[in-house]
C-alpha cells in the first residue's frame, strides 16, 4: 500500500515536470477591484456605513462614544439629524471629510478617542478601591494599542 502511494505522488511529479519547464507567463493579468475599496478611503457616506451593518446596540455605542467626547446626542440607537451633525463635527475635528457618516477606521477611530476619554476622566482612587492596579501611561494612549494607532495615524497622515 505505502509503495503504491508513493509511486503514485512520484508519477504525479514526473507527470508536472513539463509544466514546471514553461516558466512564468508573460501575459497580463486583469486583476479585479477589491469590494471593499471604499473603506480604504477616509471619505465615509451612506455606502460604508450600511457595509459595515451596525445594530442597534452598536449605534447607541457611537452615540454614547461622542456623547463621552462632548457631542450632544441622545443615545437611541438611530442615526438621525442630530447625531449626523455630531458625527460630523467629530469627522471635522479629526481632520476627516466632513459628511455625518462613519466609515470603519472612522468607527475605530471614535470608539478608542471614547474610551481612552472614559479612562483619563476616571480618578485614580477607584482603582485603589476595587483593588485594581494603577497604571500610568506615558502621553495618550499606551502599549501595543497606542502604538498600532500612532502607526496608522502617520500613514494615513493624520
Known amino acids: 500500500m505505502r509503495a503504491s502511494i508513493l509511486m503514485l505522488a512520484i508519477l504525479g511529479v514526473v507527470a508536472s515536470a513539463h509544466t514546471a519547464k514553461a516558466g512564468l507567463s508573460t501575459s497580463p493579468r486583469e486583476i479585479p477591484a477589491s469590494v471593499d475599496a471604499a473603506s480604504a478611503t477616509d471619505e465615509a457616506n451612506q455606502q460604508t456605513e450600511d457595509q459595515m451593518r451596525l445594530t442597534r446596540a452598536k449605534r447607541r455605542d ?33 481632520d476627516y471629510v466632513r459628511t455625518g457618516f462613519l466609515n470603519r477606521a472612522q468607527y475605530t477611530t471614535l ?29 495618550g494612549i499606551g502599549g501595543p494599542i497606542g502604538a498600532i494607532g500612532h502607526m496608522v495615524g502617520g500613514i494615513l497622515g493624520r
Do not use: C, M, N, Y
Not at 66 to 91: C, S
Open 62 to 94: 457611537v452615540q454614547r462614544a461622542l456623547a463621552r467626547l462632548g457631542f450632544e446626542t441622545k443615545a437611541d440607537g438611530r442615526f438621525e439629524e442630530q447625531t449626523r451633525d455630531a458625527i460630523g463635527r467629530w469627522q471635522q475635528g479629526h
Open 111 to 139: 470608539l478608542s478617542d471614547s474610551a481612552a476619554a472614559a479612562q483619563a476622566s476616571r480618578p485614580d482612587d477607584q482603582d485603589h478601591r476595587r483593588g485594581g492596579r494603577v497604571r500610568h501611561s506615558r502621553g
